[in-house]
């Protein structure tokens, strides 16, 4: 009997130690959640008088601020991730493929001595970006490469100086949005062969897509990678040896560029609008001058108004925007020991903490403004337009909000 006293009151004791302690997490769990829902209660509430959170924003405090839209000269295209081919109404993008692989020793001993035959050679393409009129078919010209070329530096100058055959070295294609397929004639895909076994007179400089006139599609495909994905772009080869030994042989990307042309649609002075692929970025600033000198920012945040009806936004859209504190936003340089902030896309709005950016400026570095780029801005061809700083109604404008507190 005692025994079983001595039990009920060790697990009474056990069960009271238990509701203290959800007490306390309870009580601890709501102060994390008004710290995060409340800066200024944080001070008020929470530390009491010492330590008091001020915030200072763009809108309540009506902090002066200009934006503005500018080009780029050129765009690193050739590291893109992915390749791009077809047509909008403010952009065309070309599209370049060269196709290797180590050939086994049989297929190059037979090719070697002139005895392979090709049967087939069939390119598979499949889509991991859209953008446009899905509705519309789409379509495209691949010729074959006459002249060297090479990822690196690659632009619409250097697409001008391209040489190719004029006639397609295809006789039948195979469109959808999820898989393009098509043949390469046999002479073209043998020639191709054989310069992979080595042959000096034998050439492989792949093939260059032209998007067709009149569309407003476009497609985008996994570029050359470090490893093999299922959806990235190969050519399949079938073969027969001299012993009519049948092989398939499957070759994969080792060179790929697009080169996208156009002119940014002009756009009023009171909205913000950046290009991918043209390498429109954006500017924005914010007079800061309010802000005390003696104080330590605790966070800051902005938050840029996406114009959805003027906007062109391909699948997947870009995750985020890049942020950046102009060096000297007349030659456009930037800070170079400062990381990159980001604001993350919701679909209707970017919005992200810029409190590194905010912290230098207070700490003595001029204030030049901040470089707005797309985190898709080599992968992708969207057109995102934001309210910019002049726009009519201030809640849509470009918003900044600042925490901080005085320092004793």
Not at 1 to 24: H, N, T
Not at 71 to 78: E, F, M, N, P, Y
Request: net charge negative; glycine share 6%; aromatic share 8%.
């Amino acid at each position: 009997m005692q025994l079983i006293l001595l039990s009920r009151i060790l697990i009474k004791g056990d069960f009271l130690r238990l509701v203290k302690l959800s007490s306390i997490i309870l009580i601890v769990t709501s102060i994390f959640i008004s710290c995060q829902d409340d800066p200024t209660s944080l001070g008020k509430d929470f530390i009491g008088n010492e330590l008091e959170i001020i915030i200072l924003s763009s809108t309540e405090d009506s902090l002066a601020q200009h934006s503005s839209s500018y080009l780029v000269d050129s765009l690193s295209l050739g590291a893109s991730s992915r390749i791009l081919l077809g047509n909008l109404n403010y952009v065309k993008s070309t599209m370049l493929l060269r196709f290797g692989i180590i050939l086994p020793d049989s297929v190059r001993t037979s090719l070697l001595n002139k005895s392979l035959t090709v049967h087939s050679s069939e390119v598979e393409l499949r889509p991991n970006y859209r953008i446009g009129d899905l509705t519309q078919q789409f379509d495209f010209s691949v010729h074959k490469i006459t002249s060297d070329w090479g990822s690196a530096k690659f632009n619409a100058d250097s697409l001008t100086l391209l040489s190719y055959e004029p006639n397609e070295l295809t006789d039948q294609k195979e469109i959808s949005d999820t898989l393009i397929k098509f043949n390469v004639h046999s002479e073209i895909a043998l020639e191709w062969m054989n310069a992979l076994a080595g042959d000096s007179l034998a050439e492989n400089y792949g093939m260059v897509f032209f998007p067709s006139p009149g569309t407003n599609l476009i497609y985008g495909f996994r570029a050359f990678p470090f490893i093999q994905f299922e959806n990235s772009p190969l050519i399949r080869f079938v073969v027969e040896n001299e012993n009519s030994k049948m092989d398939t042989v499957v070759a994969t990307l080792v060179f790929d560029v697009h080169v996208p042309e156009g002119t940014p649609p002009a756009i009023d002075d009171d909205r913000i609008q950046l290009i991918a692929g043209l390498g429109q970025r954006g500017k924005l600033f914010f007079d800061l001058s309010k802000l005390p000198q003696n104080v330590n920012i605790n966070r800051a945040e902005l938050t840029l108004q996406l114009d959805t009806l003027n906007s062109v936004i391909g699948s997947p859209a870009a995750d985020s925007l890049r942020i950046q504190l102009f060096a000297d936003s007349s030659d456009f340089s930037v800070v170079s020991n400062l990381r990159s902030s980001r604001l993350r896309f919701d679909g209707k709005q970017f919005k992200g903490e810029i409190t590194q950016p905010i912290q230098v400026i207070n700490k003595g570095t001029e204030n030049q403004g901040m470089r707005l780029i797309l985190s898709n801005e080599i992968e992708a061809l969207d057109k995102y337009v934001l309210y910019g700083s002049k726009y009519s109604n201030p809640s849509l404008r470009p918003k900044l909000v600042i925490y901080y507190n005085v320092l004793k």
